[in-house]
């Protein structure tokens, strides 16, 4: 499990926001990859999820996306913690 802060402003990097439907999501990402991805080596998923991350300009670390990257391997949950600053 993966915590992660983020401005209030920049919510929907992460989030899908029915307000911004042009905007790419790094939840839409994670899910794309995940749908296209399941079964396959982690170490092939990290790439495209650290592209993904740094599109959102989102700051996940190695650590971070190596656990994501291992939960879509597996086909299993990804729980991420998120935690949304006032600025």
Known sequence: MGTISI??????RLLDDSA??????????FADIAATHRGRPAAEIVPL??????TALLGFTGTDLA????AICRGARYE????????
């Open 7 to 12: 401005p209030a402003a920049d919510v929907h």
């Open 20 to 29: 911004r439907p042009s905007v790419g999501s790094y939840q839409q990402a």
């Open 49 to 54: 999820l650290r592209t993904a991350a740094d």
């Open 67 to 70: 656990e994501q990257a291992e």
């Open 80 to 87: 991420l913690r998120v935690r949304v600053t006032g600025c």
